[in-house]
């Protein structure tokens, strides 16, 4: 991780006036840092892993020839996807300890487009996320990012004439967040939905990681977060000790050393999915997630 944890502690024990006006990130990076203190790292990364996405035992079963994007080696390939016709293209992304299920993700999300009368063809992409060490999975995703980007950007789907979306589950949205920073204006996707991303609430705003890739690769990001998220609510706080983006939303009031981190892009937009969405593995499934509102945020562009 990047984050200095011992300073940051000790910037909260050392903080005797508090705004009347503590944000929510603040608050939680207290209690994220106790949880730490008290139980241990790995405690805490094995409360992350019961309730991420292993938990998940009922993705639809994938046909045996699926297209798939393979991100795991430096020279990406791809199977399948030699006839992908004329419709959009959604490219899909799983989170961590999802790789062997990557392409049935896919195709239950493939399924609740159809359920919502969208026709985009749906492409998996696996990328080398099957590690319990969640700080070393986390750090994978820039690599992979990259290697999306560059197949994106120099391969079959060719950016300028087709309908190209992202859609990046947990881990999975914070890889395709590294990927808009490569692809910049000279290739850009069409739009990115971020579902129970697990990425930092600033890491959006102004001065955070991904504001710029935000603003030059992709004509709209949204971010679908509910509070009914465990995973991201809970698991990712305690092992970042930052509030989650698939938790809340953006916050750009600041943290601990800054009091404001700017504001979102203006083609940024979070979306509260809490009523509808009821832990970390249900938005992309039919009848319970919140593809529905994708799709309809999608055809809105």
């Not at 079963?61 to 020279?75: F, G």
């Not at 850009?188 to 959006?204: M, Q």
């Amino acid at each position: 991780m990047d984050r200095n944890r011992a300073d940051e502690t000790d910037a909260a024990e050392t903080d005797e006036i508090e705004s009347p006006t503590t944000s929510r990130r603040r608050l939680l990076q207290t209690t994220a840092a106790t949880a730490i203190g008290g139980a241990g790292l790995a405690g805490a990364s094995g409360s992350a892993s019961a309730s991420g996405i292993t938990g998940c035992d009922d993705w639809l079963d994938a046909p045996a020839e699926y297209p798939e994007i393979d991100l795991t080696s430096s020279n990406p390939t791809a199977t399948n996807v030699d006839d992908l016709g004329d419709d959009p293209v959604v490219v899909f992304v799983h989170g961590w300890l999802g790789r062997e299920t990557s392409t049935d993700q896919a195709y239950t999300l493939e399924r609740a487009f159809e359920e919502a009368e969208y026709d985009g063809r749906v492409v998996a992409a696996s990328w080398a996320s099957d590690t319990l060490n969640y700080w070393q999975a986390e750090g994978t995703t820039e690599t992979a990012g990259r290697r999306l980007a560059s197949w994106l950007a120099t391969d079959r789907i060719d950016l300028e004439e087709a309908t190209v979306r992202l859609v990046g589950h947990s881990l999975g949205g914070r890889l395709c967040l590294e990927a808009l920073a490569v692809l910049g204006d000279d290739a850009t996707v069409d739009s990115v939905a971020l579902v129970g991303a697990a990425a930092a609430d600033d890491s959006v705003c102004t001065d955070g990681e991904f504001a710029y890739g935000i603003e030059t690769g992709a004509d709209a990001v949204f971010n679908y977060h509910s509070e009914n998220d465990d995973s991201v609510c809970y698991g990712y706080e305690i092992q970042s000790l930052s509030s989650g983006l698939g938790c809340g939303g953006a916050d750009c009031s600041g943290g601990w050393i800054t009091d404001d981190s700017g504001t979102t892009p203006d083609n940024y937009t979070d979306v509260d999915v809490t009523d509808t969405v009821g832990d970390h593995c249900a938005y992309i499934k039919p009848e319970v997630g919140c593809v529905p509102q994708m799709v309809g945020d999608f055809e809105s562009q």
